[in-house]
């Protein structure tokens, strides 16, 4: 499935569970931040989220520091896992 729209207002109305996430929002860190716990709420409990825009701020980093997972980077483009 895929959702085109403003993330902030789409993903606290999705009802299920994904395994995988791309996030193609560029957000300040704090709405980044916010963003990216709403989405942890929507992941299966295993997972793979990718990002674009972690050059922007450290919002993705931050994530995964709290969530402790683990982070990779390729290029432009930030991955997190949860085996």
């Known amino acids: 499935r895929m959702f ?3 993330a902030i207002k ?3 109305v999705i009802n299920n ?6 996030v ?3 957000k300040d860190s704090k709405s980044r931040l916010d963003l990216l ?3 942890y709420k929507k992941s299966k409990l295993k997972f793979c989220i990718i990002q674009d825009g972690g050059w922007a701020n450290h919002a993705f980093k931050d994530f ?3 969530k402790k997972l683990k982070l ?3 290029g432009k483009i930030q991955f997190a896992f949860k085996k």
């Open 64 to 66: 995964c520091k709290k």
């Open 10 to 12: 789409i993903i606290p």
């Open 37 to 39: 716990l709403e989405i």
């Open 4 to 6: 085109i729209g403003n």
């Open 72 to 74: 990779y980077s390729f």
């Open 17 to 22: 569970k994904y395994e995988f996430i791309l």
């Open 24 to 26: 193609d929002a560029m």
